[in-house]
């Protein structure tokens, strides 16, 4: 029996539009974060979708959506295909927030362990922090271009921002962490890179790779 064609519709990736075959979706989804996107049986199915926008578009409260209208819909699910194998993925783990922190980063196929840091006190934001900067900074040594997976939006935007906004209290028991903070910081105002930072969908995916496991 012969296969069923299908169109793929997408409305975020990094080129939005209707697709004819699964591998032109998969390259405009793969390591996009937050990408949106479906298949249907139709071409003419799939243009009215793509007009109507994304079924997981979930506008502000008392706002509304592309079309005008509020959706209810359920958000969409982010394919586990979308994840990109050769890459790095890095987590942090607290006994307590403050307490005793360790950070790592793994490949995130085969979750091999490439660093390893523990301080006897910090909070889990300042390790997810280090972490995002300590694989950038080892990139950059290697001549590494892998992208970085991290499940905390915050490190994320600290990283950007140059600049780690934690309000844990410095003094003689956080002296050796702020001085690898400072370091930190100092790393990203002197240094580039090209290595993408990418949100790691845990609703979809489940626990990053570099997970501790203690939840």
């Known amino acids: 029996m012969a296969k069923t064609k299908k169109y793929y519709v997408v409305w975020k990736g990094a080129k939005p539009g209707i697709y004819e075959s699964w591998a032109e979706c998969q390259a405009q989804i793969q390591g996009f974060p937050g ?8 071409k003419a199915e799939a243009e009215a979708a793509y ?5 997981g578009f979930k506008p502000k409260a008392g706002g509304t959506g ?3 209208s509020k959706s209810s819909a359920p958000r969409t699910t982010i394919s586990k295909s979308a994840i990109i ?4 993925s890095v987590d942090a783990a607290c006994s307590g927030n403050p307490g005793k922190m360790e950070y790592q980063g793994v490949w995130t196929d085969t ?11 910090g909070t889990n934001n300042i390790g997810e922090f280090l972490a995002l900067v300590h694989a950038l900074a080892l990139c950059q040594k290697k001549g590494w271009n892998y992208p970085i997976y991290s499940d905390s939006v915050n490190a994320m935007k600290w990283v950007k921002q140059k600049k780690c906004k934690t309000t844990l209290v410095e003094n003689a028991k956080t002296a050796e962490l702020y001085d690898v903070i400072d370091r930190a910081e100092q790393w990203l105002h002197d240094n580039t ?3 993408k930072m990418i949100k790691w969908e845990t609703e979809d ?5 570099a997970d501790f496991g203690r939840k």
Do not use: C, M, R
Request: charged residues 25%; aromatic residues 16%; hydrophobic residues 25%.
């Open 205 to 209: 995916w489940g626990e990053i790779p």
């Open 111 to 121: 979750k091999e362990q490439i660093f390893h840091k523990e301080f006897p006190l």
């Open 35 to 42: 990408a949106a996107y479906k298949s249907f049986e139709s």
């Open 66 to 68: 592309s079309t005008g």
């Open 193 to 195: 890179y090209s290595n």
């Open 51 to 55: 007009q109507k926008g994304s079924p």
């Open 85 to 88: 194998k050769t890459s790095i």
